[in-house]
């Protein structure tokens, strides 16, 4: 049953509509994380946020924006595979893990993509940094970044070089580090799989450093990606992402103690994401949801339809119904056009974001004559009548 709802300024339908789901609550993550973010990426759904928006130094895991920033130039056609790129003394100066790069080196830019993904090397981060930079240093080259991040809607995002080593203003958030993933992931499938090699031989010059650092792809849970980092300020973390069946989840902590810790906590996500959620298609394509009311039509009512089939994710075990609404401002004025997007089904299931998703109508209304045009403003001041004062219910 559709309710009206007056308002001096408009008239909001509200629908109380059952839908025959049934769920009970997930049991809550309880992450040791200092910061987290869960993503289920094909309905949009944050599963976890802990200390989500704050910026916080990311180390290494801040190479990846360094690597989108390549994949674009790239794809535009600025930077080729097999260009090779010269090793300044800078970029050679960097500690910590590398290459093992010098200034008698020209390297090919594949390489070095293959160098930092696997590797984590801070002198490749450079290396392309300085090629890429608008004024050919890294400090420009992390202003670049810092324009860049924004602009894919990383917020809470700061860069103070290319590669995450410790310095004042470098910080990213867990939930920008998700948002990055997910860009690199979608925008760049061709290079995506270069996040899953487990390891990397540059050369014979650093048998020590050829296995890629995160734990999680040789378990056999999905997980293809995609960058640890570690620093003392930091603590260890871990951006990753992990596929099963059609679901795809991506994952950030931040602030861990150890590698250890690190390893048992990114598994455990992943294993409660994938265990605790479900898909669940809701509603069918074409098959109406409600009735909304028209104004001035040659009938009196709409059907409100899912344009394609609707799936959402909901805690997985059965128990607890789950309710929705459907919400339109209306009476809606013809004409109206099959498809036209007309009210939003909303969810509220526990412990996870409202949901809220289109639904459109189920076919044309054209507009009515004269006489359909004053019966419905005859209805509006009746209905006026007996409802009182505006506003009134």
Same mark, same amino acid.
């Given at each position: 049953?559709?309710?009206?709802?007056?308002?001096?300024?408009?008239?909001?339908?509200?629908?109380?509509?059952?839908?025959?789901?049934?769920?009970?609550?997930?049991?809550?993550?309880?992450?040791?994380?200092?910061?987290?973010?869960?993503?289920? =990426?094909?309905?949009?759904?944050?599963?976890?946020?802990?200390?989500?928006?704050?910026?916080?130094?990311? #180390? @290494?895991?801040? &190479?990846?924006?360094?690597?989108?920033?390549?994949?674009?130039?790239?794809?535009?056609?600025?930077?080729?595979?097999?260009?090779?790129?010269?090793? @300044?003394?800078?970029?050679?100066?960097?500690?910590? @893990?590398?290459?093992?790069?010098?200034?008698?080196?020209?390297?090919?830019?594949?390489?070095?993509?293959?160098?930092?993904?696997?590797?984590?090397?801070?002198?490749?981060?450079?290396?392309? $940094?300085?090629?890429?930079?608008?004024?050919?240093?890294?400090?420009?080259?992390?202003?670049?970044?810092?324009?860049?991040?924004?602009?894919?809607?990383?917020?809470?995002?700061?860069? $103070?070089?290319? /590669?995450?080593?410790?310095?004042?203003?470098?910080?990213?958030?867990?939930?920008?580090?998700?948002?990055? #993933?997910?860009? %690199?992931? !979608?925008?760049?499938? *061709?290079?995506?799989?270069?996040?899953? *090699?487990?390891?990397?031989?540059?050369?014979?010059?650093?048998?020590?450093?050829?296995?890629?650092? /995160?734990?999680?792809?040789?378990?056999?849970?999905?997980?293809?990606?995609?960058?640890?980092?570690?620093?003392?300020?930091?603590?260890?973390?871990?951006?990753?992402?992990?596929? =099963?069946?059609?679901?795809?989840?991506?994952?950030?902590?931040?602030?861990?103690?150890?590698?250890?810790?690190?390893?048992? !906590?990114?598994?455990?996500?992943? /294993?409660?994401?994938?265990? =605790?959620?479900?898909? &669940?298609?809701?509603? &069918?394509?074409?098959?109406?949801?409600?009735?909304?009311?028209?104004?001035?039509?040659?009938?009196?009512?709409?059907?409100?339809?899912?344009?394609?089939?609707?799936?959402?994710?909901?805690?997985? %075990? +059965?128990?607890? =119904?789950?309710?929705? *609404?459907?919400?339109?401002?209306?009476?809606?004025?013809?004409?109206?056009?099959?498809?036209? !997007?007309?009210?939003?089904?909303?969810? &509220?299931?526990?412990?996870?974001?409202?949901?809220?998703?289109?639904?459109?109508?189920?076919?044309?209304?054209? @507009?009515?004559?004269?006489?359909?045009?004053?019966?419905?403003?005859?209805?509006? %001041?009746? +209905?006026?009548?007996?409802?009182?004062?505006?506003?009134?219910?």
């Amino acid at each position: 049953m559709i309710k009206i709802l007056k308002s001096s300024a408009r008239m909001v339908a509200v629908g109380g509509l059952f839908l025959g789901l049934s769920v009970l609550s997930a049991s809550a993550f309880e992450t040791k994380a200092r910061a987290a973010y869960v993503l289920d =990426q094909r309905t949009d759904t944050v599963l976890l946020a802990k200390n989500a928006e704050q910026p916080l130094p990311p #180390a @290494s895991m801040s &190479k990846l924006m360094t690597l989108y920033v390549a994949f674009e130039a790239i794809r535009d056609g600025r930077l080729t595979l097999d260009e090779q790129l010269p090793v @300044s003394e800078h970029a050679m100066s960097y500690g910590g @893990s590398t290459m093992f790069l010098d200034t008698t080196d020209r390297v090919r830019v594949e390489d070095l993509l293959r160098g930092i993904i696997v590797l984590s090397g801070n002198d490749a981060c450079v290396v392309l $940094a300085e090629a890429l930079s608008p004024d050919g240093t890294e400090a420009g080259f992390a202003r670049y970044m810092t324009k860049r991040a924004q602009q894919l809607g990383m917020m809470n995002s700061t860069f $103070a070089n290319a /590669n995450g080593w410790p310095a004042a203003g470098h910080r990213m958030s867990v939930q920008d580090l998700a948002i990055l #993933a997910e860009h %690199l992931i !979608e925008d760049f499938p *061709e290079y995506y799989p270069l996040f899953s *090699e487990t390891e990397f031989k540059f050369d014979g010059r650093a048998p020590s450093n050829t296995r890629n650092r /995160n734990p999680l792809l040789s378990l056999g849970i999905g997980a293809d990606g995609l960058k640890t980092g570690h620093t003392s300020e930091a603590g260890y973390g871990l951006v990753g992402s992990a596929i =099963q069946g059609d679901r795809r989840v991506i994952f950030v902590v931040s602030g861990l103690n150890s590698t250890a810790a690190r390893a048992e !906590e990114a598994e455990a996500l992943v /294993n409660w994401s994938f265990r =605790q959620f479900a898909s &669940k298609t809701i509603a &069918k394509a074409s098959v109406p949801v409600a009735q909304a009311e028209v104004w001035r039509g040659t009938e009196k009512t709409v059907g409100l339809v899912p344009a394609e089939d609707l799936t959402v994710l909901l805690p997985a %075990l +059965s128990g607890k =119904q789950i309710n929705a *609404e459907v919400v339109y401002t209306g009476p809606i004025e013809a004409p109206i056009v099959k498809g036209q !997007e007309l009210a939003k089904l909303v969810l &509220k299931p526990e412990d996870l974001p409202e949901i809220r998703l289109p639904l459109v109508a189920a076919k044309d209304v054209p @507009s009515g004559g004269f006489l359909v045009r004053v019966m419905s403003a005859a209805d509006i %001041l009746v +209905s006026r009548f007996l409802t009182g004062p505006e506003g009134a219910m």
